[in-house]
C-alpha cells in the first residue's frame, strides 16, 4: 500500500518541491483533489503521513474528518 501511494499519488502531486518551498497551499489543492477524486478521508490522511514524514511539514492545516 505503501509504495503504490507513493507512486500513484504522493509523487505525483509532490515530487517536484523543494522542501522550503512547501505551502499550506499545496496540501489544501492535494486534499481537495484525493478527496473529488473519491478517496476516503483515511487515505488523504494516510497520504499526508507520508508527507509530513518526507518533508518535515507540520499541518497547519486541517485534516480531513
Do not use: C, M
Request: proline content about 5%; charged content about 25%; overall charge positive.
Amino acid at each position: 500500500h505503501l509504495n503504490s501511494r507513493l507512486k500513484n499519488h504522493v509523487r505525483p502531486a509532490f515530487g517536484n518541491i523543494r522542501a522550503g518551498e512547501l505551502s499550506t497551499s499545496h496540501i489544501r489543492k492535494y486534499v481537495a483533489k484525493r478527496l473529488s477524486d473519491g478517496a476516503a478521508n483515511a487515505t488523504v490522511n494516510r497520504e499526508l503521513e507520508i508527507v509530513e514524514r518526507a518533508f518535515g511539514w507540520h499541518p497547519s492545516v486541517s485534516r480531513p474528518k
